[in-house]
């Protein structure tokens, strides 16, 4: 199979054009003007390359980048986009993260563990009580989307909006999207950021004990966030705190149905949940790619790369790559010698990820302790979409 992101079959199971890529250092693709990095040691330097960024725009203009200009419409998109930490490069993005994780600290997360777990369990008690159904609606999107809510203080009256927002953004973040995808991301970025923006001034004049309150009035030498940055650093938080959480729930299990050995040995050593959190994240990939441009001429394994290039680092092949994990196409959820990249590397390592793996370890552990027999309903099928992977429905029994 060839490297073929709009394929179904292709999505389904990327894993044999990976092992092709990997022959060569890099491969480019026409079709999206993309050098293809493949190879783990490669796609792990990459991250962590100065001479490569997430913009350019810091650096250069479009055009001297050799790039057309953006479409006037999308202005509201790339507005909020570039507001958050992710799409910007130091010395914006060193200030932003500094202020972020200050309101975001490992403390404050893991202060969260019981709450992760009581919204857990009552979401797989009542998903035992109705006798199993939709695992990725039913389980794997309230959870993320519950805790996220909660930790910057988005009401529960208004939360049935955040995934529909971010599922139209995060289609910007695809190959080549269409201009129906293009303008859907934008109404959604514009109604999403009036929302932001009237609840964050609303916790200006009056905190609460959540996160926007937090951001709102954060202070780090008289630094401060301005609406613009907040708005755009929770949309960033939003998007981020449920979609790979909500994905690696969905592909994990369907992981593990396929894999009804290693599933049940699961099943008789719950002690095995942290090292099978980690192997699942690397063994069906959710975030398959990464982009990059070259911000200085570089070379990959003997081929230079010029400024003005952009790089797709493929996560998926990363993590198959056989130079560092043995028997990589082997689901072993004992591994312990496991250097995944699915949470990235270097300054835009995910600030999200230790919440992610409480939120993943809740959950799995949950329906291990009170699903302990669930089984694959009908088969699932697959969303379209490639950077971000996921399954549109998981029909289990209990």
Avoid at 47 to 60: I, N, P, Q
Avoid at 196 to 220: C, F, H, K, T
Avoid at 282 to 297: A, H, I, K, N
């Amino acid at each position: 199979m060839r490297f073929d992101p709009w394929s179904p079959e292709f999505v389904a199971y990327p894993y044999d054009a990976y092992a092709e890529l990997r022959q060569r250092p890099v491969t480019f693709f026409e079709p999206t003007g993309q050098w293809l990095v493949a190879r783990h040691a490669d796609v792990n330097a990459l991250l962590r390359d100065r001479r490569l960024g997430r913009s350019y725009l810091h650096v250069a203009t479009h055009a001297e980048f050799g790039r057309p200009e953006e479409p006037p419409f999308l202005d509201p998109f790339w507005r909020v986009v570039r507001a958050g930490m992710l799409d910007v490069e130091p010395p914006v993005h060193t200030r932003l993260r500094r202020l972020v994780s200050r309101a975001f600290t490992p403390r404050m997360v893991e202060a969260l563990r019981p709450k992760v777990a009581s919204i857990a369990t009552g979401l797989v008690e009542d998903f035992v009580a109705r006798g199993g159904g939709d695992l990725i609606a039913e389980v794997a999107e309230p959870l993320p989307v519950t805790v996220i809510a909660e930790m910057l203080g988005v009401p529960e009256a208004d939360r049935h909006l955040l995934r529909p927002w971010s599922a139209d953004i995060c289609g910007m973040y695809e190959l080549n999207p269409s201009p129906e995808t293009q303008r859907t991301a934008v109404r959604a970025a514009e109604e999403f950021s009036g929302y932001l923006s009237e609840l964050a001034r609303a916790r200006r004049a009056n905190p609460g004990d959540d996160l926007i309150s937090a951001l709102a009035l954060v202070a780090d030498g008289g630094d401060t966030l301005t609406e613009e940055e907040l708005v755009g650093t929770c949309v960033l938080l939003l998007n981020a705190g449920h979609e790979a959480t909500v994905n690696v729930t969905g592909i994990g299990w369907w992981s593990l149905f396929r894999n009804p050995a290693e599933l049940e040995r699961l099943r008789a050593d719950h002690g095995l949940l942290p090292t099978a959190i980690e192997e699942l994240m690397r063994w069906d990939t959710p975030l398959q790619m990464f982009e990059r441009w070259v911000l200085e001429d570089i070379s990959v394994g003997g081929v230079n790369i010029p400024r003005g290039a952009e790089v797709a680092l493929l996560f998926g092949s990363a993590n198959r790559d056989p130079e560092v994990f043995a028997d990589p196409d082997r689901l072993d959820l004992g591994r312990t010698e496991n250097p995944h990249i699915s949470f990235g590397a270097g300054i835009h390592f995910c600030l999200g990820a230790p919440l992610a793996r409480i939120e993943l370890a809740e959950s799995f552990g949950a329906l291990l302790r009170l699903a302990p027999r669930m089984e694959l309903a009908t088969e699932p099928t697959w969303n379209p979409g490639y950077v971000i992977r996921g399954l549109t429905a998981l029909e289990t029994r209990v």
